[in-house]
């Protein structure tokens, strides 16, 4: 089955601890993307990739960190810079950067402790 | 710049009551334009789309019509379920931009 993976579902951070969420897709798509929710409200793009070894800032990409290593990979680090870092967080590839539908994982709900 | 407006929820219904959930979006040249769907807990999945004007994407009794001339992507259904209570995104996407995304809209539908 292909798709996207998220883990873990939820993630506990403690004050000052930098925190790592993983994505892998198995769908052999160029571009992935990482999005924060918070509730009642829509996606925000924080980092995106359209091909390995190179990424973009997306809109709130303060205090938060991304590699593309692999195409498989997207990795994303929620730093002690990001003061208010509890929210649900979405991985998303496509086929392509442009006019191609977004498939999603399953999210992980980070919380501070 | 490009933009994507939706209706604000939450939208309450009860079974089999018709639904409408209105967008119209901002943006030049030609957009692809998308309806997603997030259920409690879960991440986003499409749920229809439609990449250029007059087309209607549709899907599991949804339907949306690409609307140029009005700058709009209505989603409709006409009979809805208790199992279609979500969170329904609209979408717009141009080649060499980013995907905007609306701001959600809530449907509680009651049996």
């Known amino acids: 089955d292909g798709g996207i993976t998220q883990s873990p579902k939820y993630l506990f951070r403690k004050e000052g601890q930098n925190v790592t969420l993983s994505c892998e897709q198995n769908?052999?798509?160029?571009?992935m993307y990482w999005y924060r929710q918070d509730p009642g409200q829509g996606l925000r793009l924080i980092y995106y990739s359209q091909i390995v070894n190179d990424f973009q800032k997306g809109d709130i990409a303060e205090g938060y960190s991304v590699s593309r290593e692999k195409k498989e990979s997207f990795p994303l680090t929620v730093t002690s810079a990001q003061k208010n870092p509890t929210a649900f967080y979405l991985c998303?590839?496509?086929?392509?950067?442009?006019?191609?539908?977004?498939?999603f994982g399953p999210g992980t709900r980070l919380l501070v402790l | 710049g490009n933009s994507v407006t939706q209706m604000e929820g939450p939208v309450t219904l009860s079974e089999e009551a018709f639904l409408t959930i209105n967008c119209t979006y901002t943006a030049t040249g030609y957009p692809s334009l998308f309806w997603y769907v997030q259920y409690p807990g879960e991440g986003l999945q499409l749920l229809l789309k439609a990449t250029k004007a007059d087309d209607k994407g549709s899907n599991k009794g949804f339907e949306a019509t690409y609307r140029k001339e009005t700058t709009s992507f209505h989603l409709e259904k006409g009979s809805v379920q208790v199992s279609d209570s979500a969170v329904y995104f609209c979408?717009?996407?141009?080649?060499?931009?980013?995907?905007?995304f609306g701001a959600g809209t809530r449907l509680f539908v009651k049996a």
């Open positions: 979408a717009l996407t141009r080649r060499g931009f980013k995907t905007i």
């Open positions: 998303a590839s496509s086929d392509s950067g442009s006019q191609e539908t977004q498939y």
């Open positions: 769908l052999n798509h160029d571009a």
